[in-house]
């Protein structure tokens, strides 16, 4: 279900959308690198259960 940009939700947490974004090594910091590691371990126990 689509809502307009800015409302949230009961928990008081804004709506998200998702958002197709190219992941560059060069302009990346050292969190981009950490979640792009915790991210491929997600998918890794996803694949295993």
Known sequence: MNRPS???EASGMPIG????VEFSRE???QDDLKAQER?????TRQQQE
């Open 6 to 8: 800015g409302r949230k």
């Open 17 to 20: 959308k998702k958002e197709d």
């Open 27 to 29: 302009l990346a910091d």
């Open 39 to 43: 991210a491929a371990a997600a998918d």
